[in-house]
């Protein structure tokens, strides 16, 4: 099988503020602004939000995945049934391979590593995770520096596994939160940013038509 990249792919329409950055008769990759919901919420101030932003636009588009509201990057979409269940076991299976760039707070010691942390929900404070040794699911990040800046850090990340809020529990864990995680970090590194410094990078699927591997990139906006 042959690997395409759609990164070259020009917008064939913007959605809401939403760009499009591959689309095809079967799914749709696009660039996920930051503050934005992936899907409806609870509440009358969040029915706004990815899934709707890009379904009216494109016939048939539904969501397979989710990203955090405050990150940003690419997240792909299926434009039917056979689509949605094919890409969702690819998740499923961890075929996905996945890059996200984080600003994280402190002096990196080690220049790259795996983060290994069972994750669960914490029912005592959500929409919150937690790390469990003895309930929680195998969660696994690999993660590198690209470059130390004073108090902060430049990191590459690859998730294994897609636990909700995996990333910034993972980097709290090992010392390093994400600069403007408001979940997650102490109030010092959550002033260090206006938003969140964690964008999803580049996603690579199987296409389910083609059987190609597609790989889409949204450059990082920080």
């Known amino acids: ?8 792919t020009p917008p064939n329409y913007v959605p809401h503020n939403v760009p499009v ?26 029915i706004d939000c990815l899934a709707v932003r890009v379904a009216s636009a494109i016939e048939g588009a539904r969501i397979v995945h989710r990203l955090d509201m405050d990150t940003s990057g690419v ?18 299976d961890r075929e996905v ?26 029912m005592d404070n ?21 470059e130390q800046k004073g108090d902060r850090a430049r990191l590459e990340l690859r998730p294994t596994t897609g636990r909700s ?3 910034r529990i993972h980097l709290r864990e090992i010392g390093h939160p994400i600069l403007g995680d408001d979940l997650y970090a102490p109030s010092k590194v959550q002033a260090m940013s206006e938003r969140l410094l964690l964008h999803a990078l580049s996603l690579t699927i199987t296409h389910p038509k083609t059987g190609n591997r597609l790989t889409s990139v949204a450059d990082c906006p920080f």
């Open 1 to 8: 099988m042959s690997n395409r990249t759609a990164h070259h």
């Open 21 to 46: 950055l591959y689309h095809d008769d079967y799914l749709v990759l696009v660039n996920k602004p930051s503050g934005l919901l992936s899907v409806k919420g609870i509440g009358i101030n969040k």
């Open 75 to 92: 997240l792909v979409m299926a434009r039917d049934a056979d689509t949605h269940r094919e890409l969702s076991r690819q998740f499923q």
């Open 97 to 122: 391979e996945k890059t996200y760039i984080a600003e994280v707070f402190g002096q990196v010691e080690e220049q790259s590593g795996l983060i290994d942390y069972p994750i669960r929900k914490d």
């Open 126 to 146: 959500p929409p919150m995770q937690c790390v469990d040794y003895e309930q929680g699911k195998p969660s696994q990040t690999l993660w590198r520096v690209l």
């Open 165 to 167: 809020h995996q990333l």
